[in-house]
Nanobody
Framework: QVQLVESGGGLVQAGGSLRLSCAASGLSFSSQAMGWFRQAPGKESEFVAAILWSGRNKYYADSRKGRFTISRDNEKNTVYLQMNSLLPEDTAVYYC?????????????????WGQGTQVTVSS
């Protein structure tokens, strides 16, 4: 059974940082592209970042480039999202997802497995 479990969310002041983690099990982690998406209240889900198998290829939504960094540890079956200089508009539930084919890393429909999400709240 595939499980993706996010952690690391919480309440932080604007300008602060958080590091999200997503621990995967039940799949061949090192062959998956992994992504982070988020959904704010009343808004559609949006792409945040993705990383391919080896960790060398990374993709970011333009608005997050420079503030967010995605990384992975294939030994620990874990993907991370380091978020710096957080803004109130970053408030959302953040989801990690696994993409077995690795194609279209920015497209939610390319991801076959999803975690339950972790809440990130940025206060002004």
């Amino acid at each position: 059974q595939v499980q993706l479990v996010e952690s690391g969310g919480g309440l932080v002041q604007a300008g602060g940082s958080l590091r999200l983690s997503c621990a995967a099990s039940g799949l061949s982690f090192s062959s998956q592209a992994m992504g982070w998406f988020r959904q704010a209240p009343g808004k559609e889900s949006e792409f945040v970042a993705a990383i391919l198998w080896s960790g060398r290829n990374k993709y970011y939504a333009d608005s997050r480039k420079g503030r967010f960094t995605i990384s992975r540890d294939n030994e620990k079956n874990t993907v991370y999202l380091q978020m710096n200089s957080l803004l109130p508009e970053d408030t959302a539930v953040y989801y990690c997802a696994a993409n077995p084919g690795g194609s279209s890393p920015r497209a939610a429909m390319a991801y076959g497995y999803w975690g339950q999400g972790t809440q990130v709240t940025v206060s002004s």
